[in-house]
């Protein structure tokens, strides 16, 4: 799929400059948390409701010719679904989107108005999504475009991280000290350490789903153990990173955890301190600094990376409060 090919800096500021040509920086909006004044990037706002319209976009616009006639392959549970789908629209390409059969329907429901064909596997009885998206690419003929192990990728969602030293930049004259990141596969805080090599970058994943942080601990790449505990972040599970992201994030990355009732506290929080709809795992950054996980100061982001959840889902974690 990608060679020898490894995500780079100038990678990153690449994808930055493409992705700044379509579509707006997303805005970088001022947050009081435990005494601390600090900003919080929201990805929530891009046009798809997530920052995975960045990686799609600079893999699909990097195709050859040859390659964009034979058309993408993802998989995903939904976000870099719509990403993918949203940029072949935009370039005039087939795409078929591998997905969970328990994928929130919000997802699944954008992913089909946005024109990409879906082919479901069945998650929760272990099914290997990448090799049903590798044997379909290869039938097809297709590209597979990974969610995370894919130096483009990686590269793409980078530009967040570029993004937010600009727009730092602007507000206070410096650039972040510290940016925390939900976390799945690492492609956004890979992406985002790339970007700004002077910040600390902090990845949040939900408890029991905590593959990246062990294998920041042990330094060695760790599975999420068997049988985990089930989460509402559909986004942020993934049974391992790729040695591609790892590679970046060693000795770069810093990974905690927080629990369902915190992230849902995050929701709650950014609905009424922000006005924003976050889902459960886009609100992953905004919980570990409100439960005290993460040290904060006036340089630090939080990347609130997604708001695509059902109406229903959210209306429940609005009226626990």
Request: net charge negative; aromatic share 4%.
């Amino acid at each position: 799929m990608t060679g020898k090919r490894q995500p780079t800096r100038d990678g990153v500021l690449r994808a930055a400059h493409k992705i700044a040509q379509i579509l707006p920086p997303t805005p970088l909006l001022p947050v009081e948390i435990r005494g601390v004044k600090l900003r919080a990037k929201a990805e929530c706002l891009q046009p798809i409701g997530v920052f995975k319209i960045r990686g799609a976009w600079h893999r699909l616009s990097d195709l050859s010719a040859e390659e964009w006639r034979r058309g993408v392959v993802g998989v995903s549970s939904g976000n870099h679904a719509q990403g993918v789908a949203w940029a072949a629209r935009k370039l005039g390409m087939d795409a078929t989107i591998v997905m969970p059969n328990d994928a929130p329907r919000v997802k699944v429901e954008r992913v089909r108005e946005l024109g990409a064909q879906i082919v479901t596997y069945d998650r929760p009885g272990g099914e290997d999504r990448d090799a049903i998206a590798r044997e379909l690419a290869d039938r097809q003929g297709s590209v597979f475009v990974h969610a995370y192990g894919d130096p483009w990728v990686i590269e793409g969602q980078g530009s967040t991280g570029v993004e937010i030293s600009a727009q730092m930049g602007e507000f206070s004259g410096s650039g972040p000290s510290r940016i925390v990141a939900p976390c799945g596969g690492g492609g956004l805080t890979a992406g985002i350490a790339l970007a700004c090599p002077d910040a600390e970058i902090v990845a949040v994943e939900p408890e029991g789903w905590d593959d990246v942080t062990r294998s920041l601990a042990s330094g060695r790449i760790e599975a999420v153990q068997s049988d985990p505990p089930p989460t509402a972040c559909d986004a942020l599970q993934t049974p391992r990173t790729w040695p591609i992201n790892f590679a970046v994030m060693k000795g770069r990355v810093a990974g905690v955890t927080v629990s369902e009732e915190e992230i849902r506290a995050a929701q709650r929080f950014a609905f009424a301190q922000l006005r924003l709809v976050l889902e459960p795992g886009g609100a992953a950054a905004l919980a570990a600094a409100l439960a005290g996980k993460v040290e904060l100061d006036p340089e630090s982001v939080l990347v609130l990376s997604g708001g695509n959840v059902d109406q229903a889902s959210f209306r429940a974690v609005l009226d626990e409060d």
